[in-house]
Each structure stands twice: as structure tokens, then as C-alpha cells.
């Protein structure tokens, strides 16, 4: 077993097509020569697909992103990253290269990246191909917030409850929302949307989807996790909301949010699990705002 091992490393390490492999928080821990010298990385490295990214967007190298938002654009990937078994898709490289990518998650989270050089083939399609590609981005993403919309994570509670291993579901909706706009204004509403969303997909993992339903409600969903855990990573948002200040003019502002958890159960529906977390939601509400509440088992 140990030889064969060897064998296909030796065969990733040297092949053409660029291999890498991601773990469930979405850390680099593998990428063989191809993949390497494409996107620089050091054969010591293991950074996290986000720095990358980035480090490689300042440097004016690597994929070619052409939204003049960095931020904005990483936000909206990382709501779609690896949220479904597999994808593929057509990039460009800052070097003149297109490359045919292929991502595959496995049920440990653990994800499988295959690229092949396609420069030369059918060219002709190719703004038929981006143009759909961009279509589709924004058929699943919340336009304002800009991350995944009410189609995309209602698909992914689909997903969720088609596996053994199931999960939770949460919503989470922010506090005296319409307070804030009537005294603040819908801009300053906008703003803090927008806060919110950026904060909590910074905290979520890969396999994880969080997505804005409406308004002011959210959806986070977390597949493979038990509501203690779920209750704990939610309590881990929450404080890292409660410390954020998103208006400059009004420097002593704060929000908070709340939320309701529900654990997915043999012959749960997506329905069935919506309702039990909109009433454990309701229970956070009336227990005072700005707290997390398990739905009854």
C-alpha cells in the first residue's frame, strides 16, 4: 500500500494538470509542481484558499479577477465555494492561460482540485461560456449583500437532508432592524447588511452555507454538526457582532442579532426544519434580543 501511495504521488507531483487539495476549513494541504509555480506557492506553504487569492491579486498574478472589488468579490465566491459535491468551470490566468477547472468535495469536507490547460481549444465560445458562467453567479447570489440568495441556500438544505449525516439549520435575523432605518435611514440599513453578512461569512466553514432569505433574515446552514455545535459556533457570531461599529459617522453604534437552531431529524423536509427554527427564533426574540435558542428536540 505504501508503494502505491508513492506511485500516485509521484504520478500528481509531476503531471501536467495543475492538482491540489483542500482541506474542510479550505487550507492548501497539497498542490504538486503544475499547480505550484501557477499560483506561487512555496512547496512549505499551506495557506488558505482566501490568501491566496489575494496575496496573488495584489501581486497582479494568477486567476484574472476582473471585479475592481477585490473584497466584495471574495465574499461572494466564498458564499458558493464548495457548497456543492462538484463544479467545474472555465478561468483565466494573468499570464494568458485558460484553464478548465474541476472541484470535488468529499463527505469529510476534504476538497480535490483538477485544472488542464485549454488555451488553444474553441475559443470561439469562450464569451458564451463567461457569460453564462456570470449569469448563474448572480442567479445565486443576494444582490445587495452579495452573498448566496434564497435559491442557493434553500438547494444546499436540500442537499443537507439527503444525507446520512445531516445537520443543522439556523436563522438568524438582526434586532430592531426597522428601528435602525426609520431613525438611521435605509443607507445606513444598507451599510449594516452588509457588515453583517461580511462578518459572519468570514466565520463560517467551507462546507457551511449562509445566505440572506429577505430583509433582514438570514439563513446559515450546517451540514455534519450537532445543535451543541451549531450553538457554540453561533454564540461565536454573535460576539463577534456585537463588537462591530459599521457606522463612521455614528462612532458609539452597535447591532445584534438573534437566532434560532434547529437539528435535522429522520423525515424532516426543508419546511418542517424552517418552522422549528423560526420558533426557536421567536422564543429568542421574546426572551430579549441578542441570544441564540435550540429548538426543542
Known sequence: ??????????????????????????????????????????????????????????????????????????????????????????????DGRWLWMTESVGNDGWMLCIATDVTGLRESGRSVRQHRDTALKAAQTDELTGVANRRFVTARIEAMLATANQGCLCILDLDNFKYINDRFGHPAGDIILRDFSRRIQEQVRRADCF????????????????????????????????????????????????????EATDGDNSDMLLLRADQALYSAKMDGRNRVCLAAA
Do not use: C
Not at 50 to 75: C, H, K, Q
Open 211 to 262: 445566505g440572506r432569505i429577505g430583509g433582514e433574515e438570514f439563513i446559515l446552514v450546517l451540514p455534519r454538526t450537532s445543535a451543541k455545535q451549531a450553538e457554540l459556533i453561533v454564540e461565536r457570531m454573535l460576539s463577534t457582532t456585537r463588537m462591530s461599529r459599521p457606522l463612521v459617522d455614528r462612532p458609539d453604534f452597535q447591532y445584534t442579532f438573534s437566532a434560532g437552531i434547529t
Open 1 to 94: 500500500m505504501d508503494e502505491l501511495r508513492q506511485q500516485l504521488f509521484d504520478m500528481f507531483e509531476h503531471s501536467g494538470p495543475l492538482v491540489a487539495a483542500y482541506d474542510a476549513f479550505d487550507r492548501l494541504r497539497y498542490a504538486n509542481i503544475a499547480f505550484r509555480s501557477t499560483f506561487f506557492v512555496a512547496p512549505d506553504e499551506e495557506p488558505l484558499w482566501s490568501e491566496l487569492m489575494r496575496r496573488n491579486y495584489r501581486a497582479g498574478r494568477g486567476t484574472v479577477i476582473s471585479d475592481p472589488d477585490f473584497d466584495a468579490w471574495l465574499l461572494s465566491t466564498l458564499s458558493r465555494r464548495g457548497k456543492t459535491e462538484f463544479r467545474a468551470f472555465e478561468t483565466n490566468l494573468a
